[in-house]
């Protein structure tokens, strides 16, 4: 069950406090004494903030999703309409990104792993970025005027999700360049 967080400042110094280490150790792994400790304030603090830990999971995902969003979006805005280049500007956003948030891997795809139950309050945020994600890559092979720009789009958001994988595994030497590279020749040939 939802309810609506009253955005106060201890508010927002547990949420960052908690997205730390959710990022960090793991949702699972951690628990409401080390957030509160680490946000210097009280469990009933953060229970009349939050409600529950599944709340501040919610809320977690939410902010980055959110974020994650602006930052593709005001990155588009400035790009053109050329496909290329719009795919160059995504790769750029996500490059950036996962230096300085994500170093570890999507924390979507992280909270994946802990979240599978499409039950949870949390599973539509994590799903519904990767949609997002899937309708912004399926429009730029509109946008090129591909035929079948759904099956390309489903294949531009997999090169894209091994990338992040791979980059936060540290398996792939610069692998969003590779996937870049990849995700443009898709895009040129159709």
């Given amino acids: 069950m939802s309810i609506e967080v009253d955005w106060t400042p201890k508010a927002r110094v547990i949420l960052d406090a908690a997205s ?19 946000a210097g304030v009280t469990k009933r603090t953060l229970y009349d903030r939050f409600g529950s830990k ?16 602006e930052l593709v979006n005001e990155r588009l805005a400035q790009a053109g309409d050329a496909p290329g280049t719009r795919l ?9 990104w996962a230096v300085d948030r994500s170093p570890k891997g999507c924390s979507m795809i992280n909270a994946h792993a802990e979240i599978s139950d499409p039950e949870h309050p949390a599973y539509s945020i994590i799903i519904g970025q990767k949609h997002w994600m899937l309708d912004l890559f399926t429009q730029v092979a509109v946008d090129a005027g591909i035929g ?8 531009l ?13 540290g398996v792939v030497d610069d692998a969003f360049r590779v996937a870049e590279e990849l995700s443009v020749t898709l895009i040129s040939t159709g």
């Fill in 88 to 96: 160059r500007v995504i790769y750029g956003a996500t490059r950036d």
């Fill in 148 to 155: 079948s720009s759904a099956d390309v789009g489903e294949r």
């Fill in 157 to 169: 958001l997999l090169i894209h999700e091994g990338a992040l994988v791979t980059n936060g595994m």
């Fill in 54 to 69: 599944e709340q501040l999971v919610v809320e977690y995902l939410r902010a980055r999703d959110l974020a994650w969003r």
């Fill in 20 to 38: 730390e280490l959710f990022y960090e150790q793991g949702i699972h792994a951690v628990g409401v004494e080390a957030i509160a400790s680490r």
